[in-house]
């Protein structure tokens, strides 16, 4: 409980500390500007991230971009969708490719799955590039943002959370007073152990090892274009056997990633000559290539069973921690800012009750709990490939060929080791391919008035994104027209007002709207599609994906999840409009 003694002089007043300046602090910076709320972000490092880490963003990340006016800076500065095409299996970049499949949407079978699904297409974009775009941002709209100052401690109050930091470059400590403090500050975060917060799950499950390096590999991959090829050498390899080899900029940017046993190799001890070397076997052949940054990391399965303490509030690495596989930690680090950030303006400017914030963890916590099994889930299916060749551990290298070469025999044998190396691709699309997992995650929690009507779908979650109107949800993606421009139903949504979507009929929203703004105290903003003098539906995909009558309604929060809907107007919808928007900003009665 918070500490209920007075609060000690503070050197700083700011509504919001915020700590750590990864994708998480950096999009919550910038969102908090977006929302007009002052704040200070600390970060212990000189600058932003010094080798490339996280690199796959998703749809729904974009999406929050261009809700905070920056998608077009991160197009410009990103590897687009159809560079990210090709998975690669081979035995070496210039050697036998054994198989090959289309990733992230940009399969024939797939493609019009995720463009009908979005406004903006995923990208690739390493965390040198991403980072320093939100800083420049964030600092463009107004934060207060301070490298090498590190977080030293907090304690809450009835009032607020004090805290002190430390300039690292003076040693000056600095008290900051503030109603809120933020741990983004990763994966050994000190603001979640002051918070009294924990992480559950197995750490260190493996050691790992990033080789940031320049080379052009033109050659190689020019025809082939895509993010990630996974080696498949014979012989007595460890997992990920010589190597994956990471695309961050086509085609003479790259990473290597590869396991190494901590107590055989010394990561400090590595010269660039065994570097380059490795990097030469990845190749198949020697390569002119410029070491650029080394970095080692643990594989972790843990997730923090509450991201919320008091006052305090975590996010991003220090609640969720899991392999890369899939993609997804910068992914759920952003939408863990974009959630929190509009229930902190709304809750600091007196027009939300306590559990607006109080859902910050009752939502996200079960996405990053999802996202860590599938994680690690992914990473054990990985070694399906592996397994469908025939390879073994501990087998020799000449075993291992002779493994390899069955795939290329006539015959059933031939035969059975194709259908299972097929199989084990296949399988590789719940990596890959898993649109249900980045877009089709549904919140539960007190501030959401579901109805608990599932939308019909027989396809696999996982794999495939379907759109719903639930309560929970993020709204359908619709493409609309105004005036002769095109724009999404996202795009409805303005600062922290809700925006109600109904169709032709339900023109009495607007009364109602206006009414529940007014008592309620946040705007509500109505828009009609598909009326006459409305918004056009030209294509009809907002009426075949909003699942409630034309006269009905879907009222969409600040962070385009939606919070209620109604399946058509009725005497007293406006009563059950101000009972909708009184949940979903924590003030029910």
Known sequence: MPNRRSAPEADVEVPVLVVGAGPAGLALSLSLRHYGIDHLLVERHPGTAHTPRAHIVNQRTVEILRHLGVSERFHAAATPQRMMRNNLWVTTLAGREVARSEAWGTGADRLGEYLASSPEPMANCPQTVLEPLLLEAAREAGADIRFETEFLELEQDADGVTSTVRDRRTDAVTTVRSQYVVGADGARSRVLAQAGLEVEGQADLARAVNVWFRADLTRYLAHRPGVLTWNVMPGPLPPLRLGTLICHKPFTEFVLAFLYDPAVTVLEELSAAELRARIDAVVGEPVEAEILGVAGWQVNAQVAPRYQQGRVFCMGDAVHRHPPTNGLGLNMSVADADN???????????????????????????????????????????????????????????????????????????????????????????????????????????????????????????????????????????LLERDGEALSTLDLVDGLGFALLTGCGGEQWAAAAAAVSEEAGVRVDVHVIGGPGGLLDPYGEWSARREVETTGCVLVRPDRHVAWRARRIEEGSTAELLAAVRQAVGRQR
């Open 340 to 478: 929190l950030a509009w229930k902190l303006a709304l809750s600091l400017g007196g027009h939300a009750g306590p559990a607006l914030l109080e859902s910050y963890s009752e939502e996200r916590q079960p996405v990053g709990a999802a996202g860590v099994r599938r994680a690690i889930t992914s990473l054990h299916e990985g070694a399906a490939v592996d397994a469908a060749l025939g390879f073994e551990p501990g087998q020799s290298t000449e075993d291992g060929w002779k493994e390899l070469e069955v795939l290329y025999e006539p015959g059933i044998a031939g035969d059975e080791r194709r259908a299972a190396l097929r199989a084990a691709v296949e399988l590789s699309n719940y990596q890959f391919n898993a649109h249900g997992v980045e877009l089709g995650y549904r919140y539960e929690s007190g501030v959401l008035a579901d109805d608990g009507v599932e939308s019909a779908s027989e396809a696999d979650p996982q794999l495939f994104y379907r759109p719903s109107s639930r309560p929970g949800t993020r709204v359908p993606h619709a």
